[in-house]
């Protein structure tokens, strides 16, 4: 029998992070990181909930009978139940936990033995934090010349918002995107969240660590990436401000409509609660929609015979759409735009994505096997490389998993001062009854 070829390594493999990275925005930034291959350290605390596992120490009845409830496995609340968080499980595979109360000279000695041995340090919290708790690039840098230390709150390190609080919606309302991605003719207490400020802000991180650990291959030397919430969102709203920047345009609201699509939006079909998304970016791609509609002569009408004329009708238009639409299915209209060269996709909810037959041909769903949650099916890595295959390593950790792994096998504690550690509550796997 032929010799099996070893795995390529991972992309990033041999890389050592360092995290408290917590909510949405961290957690998407240091899951792509493990995704390639680097070995990423969480530093929780038994005093302090981690956000991403549950604010609170216990959870009311009341709130696992609701949305709440529906992030751990069977609505669980039983002691334990921040290892059996769905949003942690999925941000924080592949991780490593640690334990370490930084407050205490113990557990900062500690971390600051483990910033010698690491070459990245990865935090979100609110600005004044790292400040208050004396971990701070510039006394990490002293420690390790070599350290990459990105720093990402909400508005960034500098500046007079430095120390604003907030989370993704506060964000995306300052940025406008709550402003710009609103219902037509209503104002923005009509607006969804989305919280897209959170994982859009961890992917430039990510992207941003990677690129000052491709500089400190040249220079030899780390360097702190500062990062604002804010500045990443209204990157992807630059279409807009260049339109005030060039034009003092101001644009509106726009619903599901679209500048130069018309149409462009979500319309009702047969089945029960069907919907079908449809964009039409040309004149041919219309007169391709009349056609599947049955009403070539649409593309000839006055009304609708190019894209100026479609927007002045465009409610008119939408109308004759939508009774066309909600007579059919909307597997079979994906189906029949996609083959006339329409764009269109039917609105799936969660389980028929997973039964998609194209993502399950693609491999994007992996299970998983979490020694609290069991086993379920989580997204694998995004990016198929042809020669580093990407592939979700492990499951995400339990609280304080790794502390002996890493803190006796890494740093050398001896097996008295470990217990010690556990003795004085600066180590652990159980959050204290007085944890805020």
């Known amino acids: ?79 334990g139940f921040w290892n059996r968080n769905a949003n942690f499980n999925y941000g924080k ?55 990459v230390m990105g720093r990402f709150p909400g508005f960034g390190i500098s500046g007079p918002y430095r120390n604003f609080k907030g989370y993704a919606p506060t964000m995306e309302a300052f940025a406008g995107h709550t402003y710009l991605r609103g219902y037509r003719d209503s104002d923005p207490s009509w607006t969804p969240g989305s919280g897209h400020g959170d994982p859009n802000a961890g992917a430039h991180m990510a992207f941003a660590i990677q690129a000052a650990l491709f500089a400190r291959e040249r220079t030899g030397a780390g360097q702190l990436i500062d990062l604002s919430h804010v500045e990443a969102v209204l990157h992807h709203l630059a279409y807009a401000f260049m339109d005030y920047s060039m034009n003092r345009r101001v644009q509106g609201t726009w619903g599901n409509r679209h500048p130069s699509n018309v ?76 083959a006339a060269g329409v764009p269109a996709a039917e609105v799936l909810p969660p389980e028929a994505l997973r039964d998609d037959p194209h993502l399950l041909a693609r491999g994007f769903w992996a299970e998983v096997e979490h020694p609290a949650a069991g086993r379920h099916h989580y997204p694998a890595p995004v990016a198929k490389l042809e020669r580093h295959p990407l592939r979700i390593r492990g499951p995400a950790p339990l609280l304080g998993q790794h502390n002996e792994e890493v803190l006796k096998g890494l740093l050398g504690v001896s097996d008295a001062r470990y217990e010690e550690l556990i003795d004085r509550g600066v180590i652990g796997d159980s959050y204290l009854e007085s944890a805020t």
């Open 93 to 147: 595979r592949a991780h490593k936990s640690v334990t370490l109360d930084l407050t205490d000279p113990n557990g900062l000695e500690l971390f600051h033995d483990l910033v010698r041995v690491s070459d990245v340090f990865l935090e979100n919290n609110a600005a004044d934090v790292v400040e208050r708790l004396g971990i701070g690039y510039e006394t990490l840098s002293r420690l390790n010349p070599r350290l």
């Open 263 to 338: 149409p462009n939006g979500f319309f009702p079909c047969a089945g029960e609660d069907e919907w079908i998304g449809i964009a039409v970016a040309s004149d041919e791609a219309f007169a391709a929609l009349a056609g599947a509609m049955g009403q070539p002569e649409l593309a000839a009408d006055p009304r609708f015979a190019d894209v100026v004329s479609r927007r002045r009708h465009e409610d008119e238009l939408e109308a004759l759409v939508a009774e066309w639409t909600r007579r059919h299915p909307a597997r079979g209209l994906r189906e029949r735009l996609q």
């Open 1 to 79: 029998m032929a010799a099996s070829t070893p795995a390529a390594p991972l992309p990033l493999e041999g890389v050592r992070v360092l995290a408290n990275a917590t909510v949405w925005a961290g957690p998407s930034a240091t899951l792509h990181l493990a995704d390639l291959g680097a070995e990423v350290i969480e530093i929780e605390s038994i005093r302090h909930m981690n956000r991403t596992r549950m604010p609170s120490r216990h959870i009311a009845p009341e709130l696992m009978e609701g949305p709440t409830g529906a992030l751990f496995v069977d609505r669980d609340a039983s002691e």
